[in-house]
């Protein structure tokens, strides 16, 4: 149990680091354009890239955490 929980918990550190990577890429590659956009035009494609991003970086090390957790309390 103790392995498969480990072996778990590096692949959800392993998507924490592509999300991580994915939203810092996605931040990189907005412009200036979306940068100075009217404020009433919504989010551009890229910000919603980012949140996505984002978003799937927390639920991992939300996950991640919960693994910890758990292999924390079999260890007593």
Do not use: C, H, W
């Amino acid at each position: 149990m103790t392995i498969f929980l480990s072996l778990v918990l590096i692949a959800l550190m392993a998507g924490v680091i592509y999300s991580l990577v994915r939203g810092i890429a996605a931040f990189l590659q907005s412009t200036r354009e979306d940068l100075n956009r009217p404020e009433d035009s919504g989010p551009s494609p890229m910000q919603l890239r980012q949140n996505k991003m984002m978003m799937q970086r927390i639920l991992f090390q939300g996950a991640a955490i919960l693994v910890v957790a758990i292999l924390l309390f079999a260890a007593r």
